[in-house]
């Protein structure tokens, strides 16, 4: 992904709730951390509150809601047809509680972003936390992936690892989970933004050679 002219790097976000992840990267941009502008935040649920942290902003906030449609893939084309309107450079899903269609996926193919609170490849799909207490694992975290048809399954960007306590319950890992999501994401946003990862036919290059591990962040980490 070659890097567009300062600034001109736009995104659309997809989000169904709070937007806390939303916010990670709207604050990073603010900062000037990140070069470039959310030019849309859509939402399948018109209570999202995150469609306020969008307005606040002056971005674009869109309903789309799922419940209107009779199937997925119609569901999937209308929003496709949204995001496109944007002419965006990276899709960002942002606690977007929708699986997505394989055609929807392929048409955004290496621009499509998603996180997942697990250390993939363990722990796909829902309850994570619990299963990594249950599974009795010493550390736990959130990765960023490119997403592909397969559920959770895409090239790993960045993870990032917390430690698991003796006394954490699925409650409290989560707390921590999302405090490093909000590090981590942001990353990821930012050198798909510099124009240092190319995603091609599902290899990854990173500052041109070939991204064999993705990159680690502990909590503790600045």
Do not use: C, W
């Amino acid at each position: 992904m070659s890097k567009p002219d300062s600034n001109d790097f736009k995104i659309v976000v997809l989000i169904s709730g709070s937007g806390s992840n939303l916010q990670a990267i709207l604050d990073n941009i603010e900062s000037g951390n990140i070069d470039a502008k959310i030019t849309a935040v859509i939402s399948n649920r018109a209570n999202a509150y995150g469609l306020e942290r969008a307005e606040k902003y002056g971005i674009d906030a869109k309903v789309l809601d799922h419940t209107h449609y009779e199937s997925r893939e119609e569901f999937d084309l209308e929003l496709q047809t949204l995001i496109d309107s944007y002419t965006p450079d990276l899709i960002v899903l942002a606690g977007f509680m929708r699986i997505l269609s394989d055609g929807f996926v392929e048409h955004y193919n290496g621009k499509l972003i998603n996180i997942h609170p697990s250390l993939l490849p363990l722990y796909k799909g829902l309850d994570t936390h619990q299963r990594a207490l249950t599974d009795k694992q010493s550390d736990h975290g959130a990765s960023v992936h490119f997403v592909i048809p397969e559920l959770d399954a895409g090239k790993v960007i960045i993870q990032g690892i917390v430690d698991i306590k003796e006394d954490d319950d699925a409650e409290s890992l989560a707390q921590r989970v999302h405090q490093i999501e909000h590090k981590i994401y942001p990353h990821a946003v930012k050198i798909l933004a510099e124009g240092r990862l190319a995603y091609n036919n599902g290899d990854v290059l990173y500052d041109g050679k070939p991204m064999l591990d993705s990159l680690k962040k502990r909590l503790t980490d600045s």
